[in-house]
């Protein structure tokens, strides 16, 4: 599994563009890109995946150049409400159905008024 | 929007004690996890189960450990002798067959088991 690497805090204000940038060096061929979010006391919850290039949903944005060693995720103006853990996770969601995901320590991200 | 469940949301238990936590994937789903989280510490993963047996375990799911879905519904966890270590939440997690889109995992919002 390839390690991931994401800084351990940010600070943001409300309405303000967030981009937490994960480095996974090692990362397969096969491997796609994953966040999730946690707040506390609360179970992880998938943001977005992506491959390559782009990714966009109603929530966030993926950034992925193309070497694929490093990933941003972003997220458009800011609230209070995204205080929260985020999870940069690398795998392969099709090698086996039953994948066993490896969290890091996250990113905390701080939103202040 | 379908959602995992997960009861009884916070569990106390004496230490030796056995616990059942229990979980209702989403209904589709046919690969269901645990994974439990040490307050401050990282998401660690427990266990995976398909088509009614185990797929993959962690060293921390041991013999005090097991699994099982006893209907068409219900994943629990069960922990026969509970330690004071074993204080933590635990998560439920579900996904669809991999061939339908990947294996994006839904968490429930948790069991706190709090060991005394």
């Known amino acids: 599994l390839a390690k991931t690497t994401q800084p351990i805090s940010m600070d943001s204000y409300e309405g303000q563009e967030v981009n937490i940038t994960c480095s996974h060096n090692?990362?397969?061929?096969?491997?796609?890109i994953t966040w999730y979010q946690q707040f506390p006391s609360q179970g992880p919850r998938f943001i977005i995946q992506?491959?390559?290039t782009k990714v966009t949903n109603e929530v966030a944005s993926l950034f992925i150049p193309a070497d694929r060693k490093s990933s941003t995720l972003s997220l458009p103006r800011v609230s209070l409400s995204d205080t929260a853990v985020y999870y940069c996770?690398?795998?392969?969601?099709?090698?086996?159905?039953?994948?066993?995901?490896?969290f890091g320590a996250g990113t905390r991200l701080a939103v202040h008024p | 929007e379908p959602e995992v469940t997960q009861t009884p949301s916070h569990q106390v238990t004496q230490m030796g004690q056995e616990v059942i936590l229990r979980c209702v994937p989403i209904?589709?789903?046919?690969?269901f996890y645990w994974y439990r989280q040490i307050l401050g510490q990282k998401v660690e993963f427990l266990v995976s189960?398909?088509?009614?047996?185990?797929?993959?375990k962690s060293e921390i799911f041991d013999d005090q450990f097991s699994v099982e879905r006893p209907d068409g519904s219900n994943f629990t966890l069960k922990i026969r002798s509970t330690k004071l270590e074993d204080s933590a939440m635990y998560f439920c997690?579900?996904?669809?067959?991999?061939?339908?889109?990947?294996?994006?995992?839904?968490f429930g919002p948790g069991t706190r088991l709090t060991v005394l």
């Open positions: 209904s589709n789903h046919l690969y």
């Open positions: 997690a579900s996904s669809e067959a991999r061939d339908r889109g990947g294996d994006t995992q839904y």
């Open positions: 090692n990362i397969a061929t096969n491997d796609y």
């Open positions: 996770l690398v795998g392969d969601p099709f090698s086996g159905g039953y994948n066993k995901l490896i």
């Open positions: 992506g491959y390559k």
């Open positions: 189960f398909y088509n009614n047996e185990i797929s993959e």
